[in-house]
């Protein structure tokens, strides 16, 4: 024995492995994830990797932690109820409904539940971009009560997402209107472009403005929308397949500036 206690925690929603000395203090910690052993002081090298050993699965990198990069100082820095990344697709609405749950016994389905599903159903399909260079923000808040229900960000720009629940439902989309089978039409293009327009305002970018459909039994778009993109559900990861806008590094840094709940506070 060494004298080294392993002690596993979260950080950003990942776990790490940390290895202390019998003071508590930490000397090493094991990013499964990214497959590294972060060394303090490389005096004891051996005694870390003898401790960390039966959690190590498959190869690793032994070494310093790496130089944080400007996007990772300004996440760290970042007070934890500012840092707008935790959130989960549908955030205000799932607060909502846990404040007010509404009756038990309705004659009709909550709106609100409707909602949360189709921005659920869209940021799940956001979140499995991660791979391919992508970061997703959910339920954007913006001054007024107002919200962008997701916030993309990766190779191909930078995206607002308007998520509209239309299951089994006909939609016609006449700019600047938008109707649900025989209901009223509504001008929601109008707000999608608002919407877009005032993170462009709050992050100094362009941001391009999505209305994704939920579900639709069938769509027909009488002319093509001015500025807005209209996309099934289904349709929402081939933003995957656009780039060439963003570098990485541009990326991270918007990634690092957007989660930021203070920035939101300039959006018009």
Excluded at 1 to 25: F, K, S
Excluded at 36 to 43: A, C, G, P, Q
Excluded at 44 to 63: K, M, Q, S, Y
Excluded at 216 to 231: K, Y
Aim: charged share 25%; glycine share 8%.
């Amino acid at each position: 024995m060494n004298g080294l206690r392993v002690i596993p925690a979260w950080r950003h929603g990942q776990e790490r492995l940390y290895v202390c000395r019998t003071d508590g203090r930490n000397i090493a910690w094991y990013d499964r994830e990214a497959g590294r052993v972060n060394l303090l002081s490389d005096d004891r090298r051996d005694d870390v990797l003898e401790a960390l050993g039966p959690f190590i699965t498959g190869p690793v990198t032994v070494g310093p932690p790496p130089v944080p990069t400007p996007a990772e100082l300004a996440r760290l820095s970042l007070h934890p109820d500012d840092d707008l990344a935790p959130n989960r697709p549908g955030e205000a609405l799932l607060i909502d409904l846990d404040r007010d749950p509404g009756p038990a016994h309705r004659l009709r389905p909550d709106p609100r539940r409707r909602a949360l599903t189709a921005e659920q159903t869209v940021g799940e399909a956001l979140d499995s971009l991660d791979g391919a260079g992508w970061h997703t923000l959910h339920s954007v808040p913006l001054p007024g009560g107002d919200r962008v229900h997701h916030l993309a960000i990766g190779p191909g720009g930078l995206f607002a997402l308007h998520c509209l629940y239309a299951r089994k439902q006909k939609v016609t989309v006449a700019d600047p209107t938008v109707s649900l089978g025989r209901r009223d039409s509504s001008p929601l293009l109008r707000r999608v472009r608002a919407d877009a327009d005032r993170a462009s305002h709050a992050l100094t970018a362009e941001v391009h403005p999505v209305l994704v459909l939920v579900a639709p039994a069938e769509v027909t778009i009488t002319a093509p929308p001015r500025e807005v993109r209209v996309l099934r559900d289904t349709e929402v990861e081939g933003l995957a397949r656009t780039g060439g806008v963003l570098k990485p590094a541009d990326v991270e840094a918007l990634h690092a500036m957007a989660r930021d709940r203070r920035v939101w506070s300039t959006a018009g």
